[in-house]
């Protein structure tokens, strides 16, 4: 087999997150300025620390063979985005180390440089040359691009006129014509409709058909065991296995059967606001209230969420918001729209939304939380709380179909003048 | 087979020398014409008059000051019309103060490109610098228009207009280097810079001469680099000529100190800004 491409060997890293955590990492200069000020000796030698200590990886050690395409899954917060991070340089290991033999590549979010008053041209160039390409392989592979995104026509046209199907083709697309020799792809596929993401993933396929290694990030199982030969599966920071795809993909899932509720309550999760009332957890269920991780096309569904809370409140707003993969919101829906509630007493409430009609067409979904007070005041806001997809419904006859846009409302056609 | 010649290991102590670093930005030239390309293609785009306010900004801010400094307030600058006196020297401080800011707030302000990819960091404050030549080059028209309308004829000092403005390049992105790394930890940074460059207006010679600066204050004129810098722009401009190359130097000195220190420091920091933002 020879010398793997990747290997990685006993990787740590931590994070320090202040207890505020709801403050976000960055301090303000007076908070440290008073910190300084009131304890001076502690400050000084460091004794006083608020700060906790959050293990993102935990001794992770695995090698990757030349060619091979391996599938990194995990719960969110698992640390998959992590290693990613640390092999494309973006932060750096705490403990450990990396040898990288091989120029990476990495495309962790779809749309990466782009601009949306720019061009779909001059978002090729823009992209590709953060993505690390150089201007002439940028030309060189111009036409392939513009072949595979399908966006000929609007190549001249700002890319905020595009629609979400065709900005994410055409950012996947220059990604894809990046020519790494290792190739980190983070959950980018759930975007866009049936038909590309099949084509998507035979790129992947081709990449790594032509000899290049992949490490590939996924919450598709589906697109796991498809791709990947081999599959490492994390769980808060440290490795849990690592072996065939199938085998890792069973384990995962009968494992997942057992504890879906969604963990809200790690440091590992950002959020701010002031910490009074907290989101501790969110669950993702089916009309029938069994929990899921996906919903199909046209299925209600519900979420369930703890609200636990401190002290007591002046509750004005809970609000759940769905965005796209993107980043634009689709929709977002505020208790009072069905309930009466402005004061909260100390304790934990459990809310069940109901989404139904589920407007939502394929694609990928990110929840944000958000429970304010009197004037937007923020007692707590997770702007990424939860992730899943909405697959096609392979029943109905729009299946193979693609319906652009978003979400679906039921509209009422009426034939209304028929002349021969 | 794989080859070892590109292997790279990533650890903890991988730190880089600055000769690494520059290296690494010369490799990356091409992106940092993208990153100012970028800057000036938006802004063209978004704007309706576009490259108007590159000249606009700097032509009406010149006849406020005529009218509040030179005429209002009557600051004396010797045979020199005060317009052209004050515009020789807001062409650079306008240039200056933009890039400081732009390149200051260059870090935080793409926060999440940051966390998603890598290439030097440093391309940003850079390039933010960068940008801002743009400007200069158009509102240096006025400037040429002015010099026939006050008769001032262009001497053989003009052809050192590049050194004046390097400088205040190298300045604006080296404090840029030191503050976009600072700022993006402690977003103070954000409320200091703006109120320290109005400040730095008042302690630079851009809107009276040198000369009114009393004794116990000159000291702010020698350690303050951009001083020289607008002084050395100014007398190659009217054409009076730089017997005592001093100040130059001086500036010239502080100016290398902040650039390079600024470089090491980011340099040194840069590994840990997607970890802070």
Same mark, same amino acid.
């Given at each position: 087999?020879?010398?793997?491409?990747?290997?990685?060997?006993?990787?740590?890293?931590?994070?320090?997150?202040?207890?505020?955590?709801?403050?976000?990492?960055?301090?303000?200069?007076?908070?440290?300025?008073?910190?300084?000020?009131?304890?001076?000796?502690?400050?000084?030698?460091?004794?006083?620390?608020?700060?906790?200590?959050?293990?993102?990886?935990?001794?992770?050690?695995?090698?990757?063979?030349?060619?091979?395409?391996?599938?990194?899954?995990?719960?969110?917060?698992?640390?998959?985005?992590?290693?990613?991070?640390?092999?494309?340089?973006?932060?750096?290991?705490?403990?450990?180390?990396?040898?990288?033999?091989?120029?990476?590549?990495?495309?962790?979010?779809?749309?990466?440089?782009?601009?949306?008053?720019?061009?779909?041209?001059?978002?090729?160039?823009?992209?590709?040359?953060?993505?690390?390409?150089?201007?002439?392989?940028?030309?060189?592979?111009?036409?392939?691009?513009?072949?595979?995104?399908?966006?000929?026509?609007?190549?001249?046209?700002?890319?905020?006129?595009?629609?979400?199907?065709?900005?994410?083709?055409?950012?996947?697309?220059?990604?894809?014509?990046?020519?790494?020799?290792?190739?980190?792809?983070?959950?980018?596929?759930?975007?866009?409709?049936?038909?590309?993401?099949?084509?998507?993933?035979?790129?992947?396929?081709?990449?790594?058909?032509?000899?290049?290694?992949?490490?590939?990030?996924?919450?598709?199982?589906?697109?796991?065991?498809?791709?990947?030969?081999?599959?490492?599966?994390?769980?808060?920071?440290?490795?849990?296995?690592?072996?065939?795809?199938?085998?890792?993909?069973?384990?995962?899932?009968?494992?997942?059967?057992?504890?879906?509720?969604?963990?809200?309550?790690?440091?590992?999760?950002?959020?701010?606001?002031?910490?009074?009332?907290?989101?501790?957890?969110?669950?993702?269920?089916?009309?029938?209230?069994?929990?899921?991780?996906?919903?199909?096309?046209?299925?209600?569904?519900?979420?369930?969420?703890?609200?636990?809370?401190?002290?007591?409140?002046?509750?004005?707003?809970?609000?759940?918001?769905?965005?796209?993969?993107?980043?634009?919101?689709?929709?977002?829906?505020?208790?009072?729209?069905?309930?009466?509630?402005?004061?909260?007493?100390?304790?934990?409430?459990?809310?069940?939304?109901?989404?139904?009609?589920?407007?939502?067409?394929?694609?990928?979904?990110?929840?944000?939380?958000?429970?304010?007070?009197?004037?937007?005041?923020?007692?707590?806001?997770?702007?990424?709380?939860?992730?899943?997809?909405?697959?096609?419904?392979?029943?109905?006859?729009?299946?193979?179909?693609?319906?652009?846009?978003?979400?679906?409302?039921?509209?009422?056609?009426?034939?209304?003048?028929?002349?021969? | 087979?794989?080859?070892?010649?590109?292997?790279?290991?990533?650890?903890?102590?991988?730190?880089?020398?600055?000769?690494?670093?520059?290296?690494?930005?010369?490799?990356?030239?091409?992106?940092?014409?993208?990153?100012?390309?970028?800057?000036?293609?938006?802004?063209?785009?978004?704007?309706?008059?576009?490259?108007?306010?590159?000249?606009?900004?700097?032509?009406?801010?010149?006849?406020?000051?005529?009218?509040?400094?030179?005429?209002?307030?009557?600051?004396?600058?010797?045979?020199?019309?005060?317009?052209?006196?004050?515009?020789?020297?807001?062409?650079?401080?306008?240039?200056?103060?933009?890039?400081?800011?732009?390149?200051?707030?260059?870090?935080?302000?793409? %926060?999440?490109? !940051?966390?998603?990819?890598?290439?030097?960091?440093?391309? @940003?404050?850079? +390039? $933010?610098? #960068? &940008?801002? *030549?743009?400007?200069?080059?158009?509102?240096?028209?006025?400037?040429?228009?002015?010099?026939?309308?006050?008769?001032?004829?262009?001497?053989?000092?003009?052809?050192?207009?590049?050194?004046?403005?390097?400088?205040?390049?190298?300045?604006?992105?080296?404090?840029?280097?030191?503050?976009?790394?600072?700022?993006?930890?402690?977003?103070?940074?954000?409320?200091?810079?703006?109120?320290?460059?109005?400040?730095?207006?008042?302690?630079?010679?851009?809107?009276?001469?040198?000369?009114?600066?009393?004794?116990?204050?000159?000291?702010?004129?020698?350690?303050?680099?951009?001083?020289?810098?607008?002084?050395?722009?100014? %007398?190659?401009? !009217?054409?009076?000529?730089?017997?005592?190359?001093?100040? @130059?130097?001086? +500036? $010239?000195? #502080? &100016?290398? *100190?902040?650039?390079?220190?600024?470089?090491?420091?980011?340099?040194?920091?840069?590994?840990?800004?997607?970890?802070?933002?």
């Amino acid at each position: 087999m020879g010398v793997p491409i990747i290997e990685v060997r006993n990787l740590s890293k931590h994070y320090f997150i202040g207890h505020k955590g709801a403050w976000g990492s960055y301090k303000r200069l007076s908070e440290i300025i008073v910190d300084y000020a009131r304890h001076p000796v502690e400050s000084i030698r460091g004794a006083r620390s608020k700060k906790e200590e959050i293990w993102a990886l935990k001794d992770v050690s695995f090698n990757v063979d030349k060619g091979e395409v391996i599938g990194l899954i995990g719960r969110n917060g698992a640390g998959k985005t992590t290693v990613l991070k640390i092999m494309s340089k973006i932060t750096y290991p705490t403990a450990g180390e990396i040898i990288l033999r091989g120029r990476v590549g990495s495309l962790l979010e779809v749309g990466t440089g782009f601009h949306p008053e720019l061009t779909g041209r001059e978002n090729i160039y823009m992209s590709g040359a953060i993505l690390g390409m150089r201007k002439v392989e940028i030309e060189r592979n111009f036409e392939d691009i513009v072949k595979f995104a399908e966006v000929e026509k609007f190549l001249d046209t700002p890319v905020k006129r595009y629609s979400s199907g065709m900005y994410v083709r055409l950012a996947f697309a220059v990604a894809a014509h990046l020519e790494p020799e290792i190739l980190l792809v983070d959950e980018v596929l759930a975007v866009g409709d049936a038909q590309f993401q099949k084509k998507c993933l035979g790129k992947i396929k081709d990449v790594s058909e032509g000899g290049r290694t992949v490490l590939f990030v996924s919450h598709n199982m589906a697109a796991i065991e498809g791709l990947c030969e081999k599959t490492i599966w994390l769980e808060q920071g440290s490795m849990k296995m690592y072996a065939d795809s199938h085998d890792v993909v069973a384990e995962y899932l009968r494992m997942a059967s057992f504890s879906k509720e969604n963990n809200l309550d790690s440091p590992t999760i950002s959020r701010k606001g002031s910490g009074q009332a907290r989101f501790t957890w969110l669950q993702l269920m089916n009309q029938h209230g069994a929990p899921v991780e996906s919903i199909t096309e046209g299925e209600p569904f519900r979420l369930r969420l703890n609200l636990r809370v401190e002290k007591p409140i002046e509750m004005k707003i809970i609000g759940v918001t769905f965005r796209d993969k993107v980043g634009r919101n689709i929709l977002t829906t505020v208790h009072y729209d069905s309930l009466d509630l402005e004061q909260l007493d100390r304790g934990s409430y459990i809310f069940s939304v109901h989404i139904e009609p589920n407007p939502f067409l394929r694609g990928n979904l990110n929840i944000g939380l958000g429970c304010y007070g009197t004037n937007f005041s923020e007692y707590d806001v997770i702007d990424d709380a939860y992730n899943f997809n909405i697959t096609p419904n392979l029943d109905s006859k729009d299946a193979l179909r693609w319906r652009p846009g978003v979400v679906n409302i039921p509209a009422k056609w009426e034939l209304i003048e028929e002349n021969h | 087979m794989v080859t070892d010649v590109k292997v790279r290991v990533i650890s903890q102590r991988s730190t880089r020398s600055l000769r690494n670093t520059l290296s690494e930005i010369w490799a990356n030239r091409e992106l940092l014409y993208f990153f100012v390309w970028k800057e000036i293609k938006i802004r063209y785009k978004q704007t309706a008059i576009g490259a108007t306010w590159a000249i606009l900004q700097p032509l009406l801010t010149m006849v406020i000051f005529t009218a509040v400094f030179g005429i209002g307030l009557g600051i004396k600058t010797g045979d020199v019309p005060y317009p052209i006196f004050v515009y020789s020297g807001l062409l650079l401080w306008i240039y200056f103060s933009t890039s400081v800011n732009n390149a200051s707030s260059s870090i935080v302000s793409n %926060a999440q490109l !940051l966390s998603k990819v890598y290439f030097p960091r440093m391309l @940003l404050p850079l +390039s $933010a610098c #960068l &940008v801002g *030549l743009l400007d200069f080059a158009l509102a240096s028209m006025i400037l040429i228009v002015m010099m026939f309308y006050f008769n001032i004829a262009p001497t053989l000092w003009l052809l050192l207009i590049l050194l004046p403005l390097l400088l205040s390049m190298l300045l604006g992105a080296g404090l840029g280097f030191w503050l976009s790394a600072v700022s993006a930890k402690y977003r103070d940074v954000h409320y200091i810079v703006p109120f320290s460059i109005q400040l730095l207006l008042f302690a630079s010679p851009v809107i009276y001469p040198p000369s009114l600066v009393g004794g116990s204050w000159s000291w702010i004129l020698t350690i303050n680099p951009l001083a020289g810098i607008i002084n050395f722009q100014r %007398a190659i401009v !009217l054409g009076t000529g730089v017997t005592d190359w001093a100040p @130059l130097g001086i +500036s $010239a000195l #502080l &100016v290398i *100190l902040i650039f390079v220190g600024g470089m090491i420091y980011f340099s040194h920091y840069e590994r840990e800004i997607a970890d802070v933002i």
